[in-house]
Structures are given as structure tokens and as C-alpha cells.
T-cell receptor, first 111, second 112 residues
């Protein structure tokens, strides 16, 4: 079983749609959780950290359920510029702070 | 605002050749990491370092070596390049007080 698993993609949605990405992780000792965004052939960039209380940044909402070991990302009113691959990332800082990446879910927003 | 700088951006190697991928950061971060990303996959950790003089293996270290003689630099060495090492390599750094890793722009390596 992979340590971090994401929805297989790609997701093809029209502009203005709401899209949700799901992610599960296997290591219950994981301490920190993130969503990264990666544009084609570019480096990953932090989109947002994920907190147990849930957090929102504009059109983006992230949720964490530690009991279920489940992370989600909701994008509302999607824009063409949201087209990218979204990476679910988990960290355990007792292991040198290394990040464990999911395989990514590709999102394509169409006009 | 240099951040994390990787060189070269692209490289083609023949099987059996060796090369060093360079990574430098100007943020005085203690932690540095090397990842590889194969097509359609997430990033996998090759090696990491928690400070100058200290390195440790990640998930996929075979075929690679690293050193960390200074805080700023964390080069990755391929001694005998193999086609399985064709990949995109990302270097990252992190401050010990933060949970955020900052990535370089990557090195695209092909071994033919």
C-alpha cells in the first residue's frame, strides 16, 4: 500500500465548477499535511497547509480527518489558471522532515 | 530572491557516465533534500541532510551519493548513470522552524 494515495485523474471540469480532491495516508504518526500545486514541468509549490480544524484560502478549502487519515481539497469557482497537478503531501518530522508525496491528481479546467 | 538554485537545467548522459547535480540555497536553511520525479508519479526522496556534515538515505538512494560540506550546498552525484535514472530531479530546503519546503526549478536528466 502506498503511504499517500490520491484520486486517480485527470479531472476535466468547466470553468466555474467546484472540484474536490481526496487523499488518504497510511502512517498514523504523520504530523503535517499539505497540498502542493505543480504546473507542467515545473517545481512543486506550496498551495496550502492543512489543519485539523479545516482551513480556507479564498476559493480553496482544505480538510483533515486524523481518525480516518483522510485529507481533502475543495476548489470552488474553478478558473482556467487552476489547471495543474495537485499533490497531497504528508510529513513526519521525527524522520528528518522528509515529505511523502502522493502521485498527484491532474486538473484541467476548460472554457 | 534566489532561493534554491539547481544546475544544470537539462543534461543528457550516456550509460556509465558520471555527473554531479548542483543545488545551492541562500536562505541559511539547515535541512536540504533531493527528490526524483518520474513521469506521472509523485516525488520520491533520494537523500536528505539535517545540517552541514550530516546526510541520510531516503526512499530511493541506490546509485546516488551526496555530501554536505557547507550549509548552502548539497550536490547529488551519479557515479555510473543508468537508463533507470532518467528522471526530473528536484532539490529542496527547509528552515528547522518551519514546515515548508522550498523547491528548486529542477534538473531534467536523460540517460541514453
Amino acid at each position: 500500500r502506498k503511504e499517500v494515495e490520491q484520486d486517480p485523474g485527470p479531472f476535466n471540469v468547466p470553468e466555474g465548477a467546484t472540484v474536490a480532491f481526496n487523499c488518504t495516508y497510511s502512517n498514523s504518526a504523520s504530523q503535517s499535511f499539505f497540498w502542493y500545486r505543480q504546473d507542467c514541468r515545473k517545481e512543486p509549490k506550496l498551495l496550502m497547509s492543512v489543519y485539523s480544524s479545516g482551513n480556507e484560502d479564498g476559493r480553496f478549502t482544505a480538510q483533515l480527518n486524523r481518525a480516518s487519515q483522510y485529507i481533502s481539497l475543495l476548489i470552488r469557482d474553478s478558473k482556467l489558471s487552476d489547471s495543474a497537478t495537485y499533490l497531497c503531501v504528508v510529513a513526519n518530522y521525527n524522520q528528518g522532515g522528509k515529505l511523502i508525496f502522493g502521485q498527484g491528481t491532474e486538473l484541467s479546467v476548460k472554457p | 530572491n534566489a532561493g534554491v538554485t539547481q544546475t544544470p537545467k537539462f543534461r543528457i548522459l550516456k550509460i556509465g557516465q558520471s555527473m554531479t547535480l548542483q543545488c545551492a540555497q541562500d536562505m541559511n536553511h539547515n535541512y536540504m533534500y533531493w527528490y526524483r520525479q518520474d513521469p506521472g508519479m509523485g516525488l520520491k526522496l533520494i537523500y536528505y541532510s539535517v545540517g552541514a556534515g550530516i546526510t541520510d538515505k531516503g526512499e530511493v538512494p541506490n546509485g546516488y551519493n551526496v555530501s554536505r560540506s557547507t550549509t548552502e550546498d548539497f550536490p547529488l552525484r551519479l557515479e555510473l548513470a543508468a537508463p533507470s535514472q532518467t528522471s526530473v530531479y528536484f532539490c529542496a530546503s527547509r528552515d528547522s522552524r518551519q514546515n515548508i519546503q522550498y523547491f528548486g526549478a529542477g534538473t531534467r536528466l536523460s540517460v541514453l
